[in-house]
């Protein structure tokens, strides 16, 4: 019997600790669901976020975020090559969910938000223009009624000087192939 009871405390302690490490992420506003896929040269892991191997800077392949859930694919900056992290999000606005991509750049502790891409319904589109103030940028609108924002960076988060710093001043012109590239998949 004390060997049972044994066996009963450490089943326990382990649901405990499955149930406080799972419901981790469930937290308001954090999504259930993973970034579907990164891929260069190399592809990254899914999950919370998605980060390249540092060999994936000398590929000649486009980064390509795809995302089956939310049914687009966009072709991301050459800068995060090997430096980056997606997060997955959703919000209520206007009784209605809004879905959000976040791009970091990450290199060692330091992590910048380079762009994000919310995904919404045109309903609650219109509402946030009506709103006034500042407002992202219209990539594309589906044929079910959704529409994706492009919303981006405002200044360089480095300090000048640094490399970091360098390589974000050529931000502005690389995000011409995420407007380029942006486009929903095929309905199967």
Not at 16 to 44: K, Q
Not at 84 to 91: G, P, S
Request: proline share 6%; charged share 25%.
């Amino acid at each position: 019997m004390p060997g049972n009871r044994k066996l009963l405390v450490l089943l326990l302690a382990a649901a405990l600790c499955f149930g406080i490490t799972g419901c981790a992420g469930e937290e308001e506003g954090a999504s259930p669901s993973a970034p579907e896929s990164v891929s260069s040269a190399a592809e990254a892991p899914a999950g919370d976020s998605a980060a390249l191997p540092d060999d994936s800077l000398a590929s000649e392949e486009p980064l390509v975020y795809t995302d089956e859930a939310l049914h687009f694919q966009v072709e991301l900056p050459e800068l995060l090559k090997g430096h980056l992290k997606i997060e997955t999000a959703t919000r209520q606005a206007y009784g209605e969910t809004v879905s959000t991509v976040g791009v970091y750049y990450q290199n060692g502790d330091a992590v910048a938000h380079v762009l994000s891409l919310e995904e919404m319904s045109e309903e609650v589109w219109q509402q946030m223009q009506a709103e006034g103030g500042p407002l992202g940028e219209e990539l594309a609108r589906s044929r079910d009624g959704r529409v994706v924002v492009l919303n981006t960076l405002q200044s360089n988060p480095f300090a000048e000087g640094t490399e970091d710093y360098e390589l974000f001043q050529q931000l502005p012109d690389e995000l011409a192939v995420v407007r380029e590239s942006f486009q929903f998949l095929p309905e199967e």
